[in-house]
């Protein structure tokens, strides 16, 4: 039993890392794809243009400043990155446990801290995005942030059970 459940420690994690890694890589290749909608976000831009009434309410709220928006994105950038380093330390730990070369609690506290660092980011999308309103207009990042959130938990939940 303890063999299974280091593999599906081992899938868990690397599915994410895999995920996170190709998210990450098109934020280094193509940040404008995504950085677009940060910055949309911040600014509150289909706010104001859908829900002008409500938007007047939170409009200080925005943040307009370009430089500050690519700040926010490059942090994102940053944390995606840091979340995947530790993610795949994990898998390496993981497949070390399996392989006998190192202990298998290794592998999962590593695990653990990649899969906590992962729910981090798309938790800390959640927060920023709920004090900019995005649920106004963009409920398919909120959606898909949600999704995500919930996918590092359950990996959380998974490895804390071996």
Same mark, same amino acid.
């Given at each position: 039993?303890?063999?299974?459940?280091?593999?599906?420690?081992?899938?868990?994690?690397?599915? #994410?890392?895999?995920?996170?890694?190709?998210?990450?890589?098109?934020?280094?290749?193509?940040?404008?794809?995504?950085?677009?909608?940060?910055?949309?976000?911040?600014?509150?831009?289909?706010?104001?243009?859908?829900?002008?009434?409500?938007?007047?309410?939170?409009?200080?709220?925005?943040?307009?400043?370009?430089?500050?928006?690519?700040?926010?994105?490059? #942090?994102?950038?940053?944390?995606?990155?840091?979340?995947?380093?530790?993610?795949?330390?994990?898998?390496?730990?993981?497949?070390?446990?399996?392989?006998?070369?190192?202990?298998?609690?290794?592998?999962?506290?590593?695990?653990?801290?990649?899969?906590?660092?992962?729910?981090?980011?798309?938790?800390?999308?959640?927060?920023?995005?709920?004090?900019?309103?995005?649920?106004?207009?963009?409920?398919?990042?909120?959606?898909?942030?949600?999704?995500?959130?919930?996918?590092?938990?359950?990996?959380?939940?998974? #490895?804390?059970?071996?």
């Amino acid at each position: 039993m303890e063999t299974i459940l280091m593999l599906a420690h081992l899938t868990a994690t690397g599915l #994410i890392a895999s995920w996170l890694t190709l998210g990450l890589r098109d934020n280094l290749l193509h940040p404008a794809l995504n950085e677009t909608y940060t910055a949309e976000v911040l600014s509150m831009t289909r706010m104001q243009k859908e829900y002008p009434e409500q938007f007047a309410i939170v409009a200080h709220r925005a943040v307009t400043d370009r430089k500050l928006q690519r700040l926010a994105f490059r #942090i994102v950038v940053v944390a995606e990155a840091l979340a995947c380093a530790l993610l795949w330390i994990g898998v390496v730990a993981l497949l070390m446990g399996l392989a006998g070369a190192a202990a298998p609690q290794t592998g999962q506290v590593l695990a653990l801290l990649g899969a906590t660092a992962f729910t981090a980011v798309w938790g800390g999308f959640l927060v920023v995005g709920n004090h900019f309103y995005y649920w106004f207009c963009h409920e398919g990042a909120q959606n898909t942030h949600y999704q995500m959130t919930l996918w590092g938990l359950g990996t959380m939940i998974l #490895i804390s059970l071996g």
